[in-house]
């Protein structure tokens, strides 16, 4: 798909042949197994000489229709998938670092990915060296060092700190790393980390990409053979997305340009709203210019997305109050759905961590993580006053 904006991409990358009675919409193929009647077509298909599918947890056709539609998207050569967000980055180190490899990364990383970095790569010998975000002489002097992979994540959950992606991965390729790219919340649309250097992206599909807080996945798109490698670890020790979750991801994704252009919108309002009440400590938002790393979002980020997080003033007391007063928001642990979505850290992106972890990784108990919907802005920040009138 050349010379088309990304909106038509989100619509027709991956779909474009007709599907079979002339079906417009991708079908879901619930079979576990494809059968051959041909003996030398079955052995060519399974041995990878002929393209095709044996068993669903290969490869799918669904899900394969899901997994060219990212890779056109992000501009990857191959794209793979999993049965969740984590699934994807789990398989992708763990496929890709072994016993006396190391891998340089940042503290404000999402909990689940901060666990393994902290618990189970050292399990199995590997290196981790955790750098503070923003401090890139550290993270540089570190690749320098040497190392296998560099595993960045920007904008980072909860805190929002960008990092310039294009030069660390000047640096690690200039020592051979690999670079791998979190790229959960700002999605294609806002940002494209393989065309900035990065080797690898990952996603929680779960999350923007479906939209609608209905399924769960994972997505991993980049240089051909590396997701090879990181497909066949995937392939046997079996954390495969169902096609059924690939179907509504698809789905999803249709109108994902749309959806992130209200949240881009409603993201930035909100926080401009926060930046100036009384009641809150900071506001932690890549579209405000006070925001350390704003220079480098309007860099390499198209928006600011609807992602955004704040501390309050008076302590978790006053959290509570905030959050018990929100009318038009679900108290939950996820983000990028069409509905505004709030809570601390503790009850969502780091729940795995203990309140020493959390505050080593820079995220006080006062800070709320905001996930703003596709609602009117006016109706959100009404919400969000008449919320902080109470505390």
């Given at each position: 798909m050349k010379n088309v904006g990304i909106g038509t991409e989100s619509v027709w990358a991956g779909e474009s042949k007709v599907f079979s009675e002339g079906a417009i919409c991708v079908p879901v193929y619930n079979s576990v197994a494809f059968g051959y009647d041909d003996m030398d077509e079955w052995f060519a298909v399974a041995t990878g000489k002929k393209p095709g599918h044996i068993y669903s947890r290969n490869t799918n056709p669904t899900v394969r229709v899901l997994e060219e539609k990212i890779k056109i998207m992000d501009g990857g050569e191959e794209a793979t998938s999993f049965s969740t967000g984590m699934a994807a980055i789990s398989n992708t180190l763990l496929a890709l670092l072994g016993p006396g490899d190391r891998?340089?990364?940042?503290?404000?990383?999402?909990?689940?990915?901060?666990?393994?970095?902290?618990?189970?790569?050292?399990?199995i010998n590997v290196d981790v060296c955790?750098?503070?975000?923003?401090?890139?002489?550290?993270?540089?002097?570190?690749?320098?060092?040497?190392?296998?992979?560099?595993?960045?994540?920007?904008?980072?959950?909860?805190?929002l700190k960008v990092l310039d992606i294009a030069r660390l991965a000047k640096c690690a390729h200039a020592h051979g790393?690999?670079?791998?790219?979190?790229?959960?919340?700002?999605?294609?649309?806002?940002?494209?980390?393989?065309?900035?250097?990065?080797?690898?992206?990952?996603?929680?599909?779960?999350?923007?990409?479906?939209?609608?807080?209905?399924?769960?996945?994972?997505?991993?798109?980049?240089?051909?053979?590396?997701?090879?490698?990181?497909?066949?670890?995937r392939e046997i020790t079996g954390a495969t997305l169902h096609p059924q979750s690939a179907y509504m991801i698809l789905r999803g994704m249709k109108t994902l340009e749309l959806r992130m252009q209200r949240h881009n919108e409603n993201g930035m309002k909100v926080a401009e709203f926060l930046s100036t009440h009384p009641k809150i400590d900071k506001v932690f938002y890549p579209g405000l210019t006070t925001h350390p790393g704003h220079d480098v979002a309007k860099k390499q980020m198209k928006a600011f997305g609807g992602m955004l997080s704040f501390s309050v003033k008076g302590g978790f007391d006053n959290v509570i109050v905030l959050l018990e007063s929100l009318r038009y928001a679900h108290k939950a642990a996820s983000l990028g759905s069409v509905g505004t979505l709030v809570g601390p850290p503790k009850t969502t992106s780091h729940v795995e961590l203990t309140q020493e972890e959390r505050l080593a990784a820079g995220i006080p108990e006062s800070l709320i993580r905001y996930s703003a919907g596709v609602e009117d802005s006016a109706d959100l920040i009404e919400d969000l006053s008449q919320a902080l009138d109470k505390i």
């Open positions: 891998v340089v990364t940042i503290k404000d990383t999402y909990g689940g990915t901060n666990k393994i970095f902290i618990e189970f790569l050292p399990n955790l750098c503070d975000t923003a401090d890139y002489d550290l993270i540089e002097r570190e690749i320098a060092n040497g190392c296998k992979v560099v595993y960045l994540e920007s904008p980072t959950n909860p805190t790393a690999i670079v791998i790219v979190d790229n959960t919340f700002a999605t294609p649309i806002n940002q494209t980390p393989l065309s900035l250097g990065a080797d690898i992206v990952v996603y929680s599909a779960t999350k923007y990409l479906n939209g609608h807080s209905d399924v769960m996945g994972g997505l991993a798109v980049g240089r051909k053979d590396l997701i090879d490698t990181i497909f066949h670890y």
